[in-house]
């Protein structure tokens, strides 16, 4: 499975970003795809995440009702749909797959993610 990250860049506070996150191995049905967050000096965080099963999402309380998560099955990608960021939003940005369907309280938990995209590092500036 390999995941390709992209979508990042330098965005003043209240813009908007679209990152996407292609993925190749793996179907959805069976999975659960996550974006997680990194800062400098912090660990690294969860974002937001759909389970494949049943398109459920999950979102950070920090995101909620600013951040988008769907996904194209076509395309095998999954995307988030960033708005009204802020400074704090500033982080390298992962996506992830888990190989199975996973629970609200596992999707929030990078360790039960088994493959990871190299990053895409989003910088909000006020």
């Known amino acids: 499975v390999q995941l390709q990250a992209s979508g990042g860049g330098l965005v003043q506070v209240g813009g908007s970003l679209r990152l996407s996150c292609e993925i190749s191995g793996r179907t959805f049905s069976s999975t659960t795809t996550g974006w997680f967050r990194q800062a400098p000096g912090k660990e690294r965080e969860f974002v937001a995440a759909m389970r494949g099963s049943d398109r459920s999402t999950f979102y950070a309380r920090s995101v909620k009702g600013r951040f988008t998560i769907s996904r194209d099955a076509a395309k095998n990608a999954v995307y988030v749909q960033m708005n009204s960021l802020k400074p704090e939003d500033t982080a390298v940005y992962y996506c992830?797959?888990?190989?199975?369907?996973?629970?609200?309280?596992?999707?929030?938990?990078?360790?039960?993610?088994?493959?990871w995209g190299q990053g895409t590092q989003v910088t909000v500036s006020s």
């Open positions: 992830a797959v888990g190989s199975r369907a996973l629970i609200q309280s596992s999707a929030i938990t990078p360790a039960a993610y088994d493959f």
